[in-house]
Structure formats: C-alpha cells, structure tokens
C-alpha cells in the first residue's frame, strides 16, 4: 500500500511540476488520473499471482449481496463526512469554496492516522473473543487528542505558509475538534461489524449526513468557511455520542 500510494504521488507531482506556472484544470485532472493509474499498476503487479494465476473466473452475487452493507456504510460515512463541502459549494464564492477544499483535506488527513493506526490490530481483534477494552480506546482516543492539538499548528502552517491563504486561527481550532471524534468512532464502529450489525453503522451514518446539511445550511451564509467546519465538527460529535451511550446501555442491559 505504502509503494503504491508513493507510486501514484510522485507520478502526479511529477506531471504538475513539469507544467510549472502554466497549470489549468485539465492539466490537475489528468494528473491526479495517471496518479491513480500508477497505483493501480503497482497493485496489479503485487497481486498479479492472485489475480491471474487462476484458471477461470466466476461472477457470485452472493459475494455482492453480502458486500453491500458495507458498501453502504462507505458511502454514508463519506456523506456524512463530505455533506458540509456539498453545501460550502453550492452556497460560497469559488475563492472560499477552494480554501474549504484544502481545510477538509487536511482535516481527512490527520483523521486517517486513526486507521493506520489501528488497522494492524483489526485481524487480532476480529479473532479474539471479547471487544474492545476501555482503555484500548482511551489510548487510541488519548493520540486522537495529540493528533488534533498538533492539527492546529501544523494546519495553519500548510494553509497559510505553503498554500498563501491567510486563514484566521480559529478556522485551525474549529477543524481540530473535527479531527478527534474518529479517535472514538473507529472502534466502536469495528465492534458494531464485529455484531453483525453494520445496518446500524449504516443508519447513524445516513443520519448524520442529514444533520450536517441541515447545520451547514444554517451555518454556512452566516459564518462562511467557519459554519462548514462547524457543522462537520458538531456532526461528528453527535455520531461519536450515539456510539457511545449507545454501547454502554447494551453493556447495562447485559450485566
């Protein structure tokens, strides 16, 4: 993964750089395209044994029916997660709507260390018998809290040194609290597939893309790039809670 994710970036930074000032928005596209063309064959390499060695193929939709699930769940933690950049689009200039841009994917960033982190740990945890100890995920939420105090810092130094945008601290302090909450979603999330219950993951996601639009469409023409990142914030809060005080009734119910 790591190869093919190099792979990718030093074929897109290559094709930007070589245009040097002279940079348009078919020139970007193409070479994010050839980026993730450059993955794709690393991986086609990596597995190219697995993927052809085989003597015939076989379409089983059983396979899809039960992939659908978490399909689902994809796409519902990425509208929830992207809900408020859909409405920032629709409702600010293109100036501050490409600002915004670059704050969610800084903000995307610093939340994928949650899943490199704990992702070497999901195959031990799926074949143990017990969930999640308390203070497996106090710890993994104590590096969220670092992960988001450090965000603000090192955020306003790549907004503002690198890209030249001029963004207030605040917009950096406001992002940090969008960043912590998958500290504490990520293992209760793998508890609930654990379960069997990925439908539930599915719902809380779903709805939670619903609040964010409803408080971005509040937020948004009031307070700008702020009410986005705030209405992100708030909604990622609201999912981390009903995981929660969602897990500990089920903990009550069965003592």
């Not at 790591?2 to 990718?8: D, F, I, N, R, Y």
């Not at 992207?82 to 995307?108: P, R």
């Not at 539930?200 to 609040?211: D, I, K, L, P």
Request: glycine content about 12%; some cysteine; proline content about 4%.
């Amino acid at each position: 993964a790591l190869a093919a994710e190099v792979a990718g970036l030093a074929v897109t930074a290559a094709l930007l750089l070589s245009r040097g000032p002279a940079l348009d928005v078919v020139v970007v596209v193409q070479a994010v395209a050839l980026g993730f063309t450059a993955r794709l064959a690393v991986g086609l390499a990596a597995f190219s044994g697995e993927l052809f060695g085989r003597g015939s193929t076989a379409f089983d939709l059983r396979q899809l029916v039960e992939a659908t699930p978490f399909f689902l769940t994809g796409l519902s933690g990425l509208l929830a997660s992207k809900a408020d950049l859909l409405v920032v689009s629709a409702m600010l200039g293109h100036a501050e709507v490409g600002a915004y841009q670059v704050m969610v994917s800084l903000i995307t960033g610093f939340q994928g260390l949650a899943s490199i982190v704990f992702t070497p740990f999901v195959r031990d945890f799926y074949e143990s018998e017990g969930l999640i100890s308390r203070g497996t995920a106090r710890r993994l939420f104590a590096g969220g809290v670092a992960c988001a105090l450090g965000s603000v810092p090192a955020g306003w130094l790549i907004v503002n040194s690198i890209y030249g945008l001029g963004l207030p601290w605040p917009v950096f302090v406001v992002g940090a609290f969008s960043v912590l909450p998958i500290y504490g979603t990520l293992p209760l999330v793998y508890e609930l597939y654990k379960k069997g219950r990925e439908q539930r993951v599915v719902v809380v996601s779903f709805t939670g893309a619903a609040v964010n639009v409803v408080l971005a469409v509040g937020l948004v023409p009031v307070f700008g790039i702020i009410g986005g990142l705030a209405a992100g914030a708030v909604t990622q809060w609201g999912i981390l809670g009903w995981y929660f005080f969602s897990r500990d009734r089920e903990g009550t119910r069965t003592r």
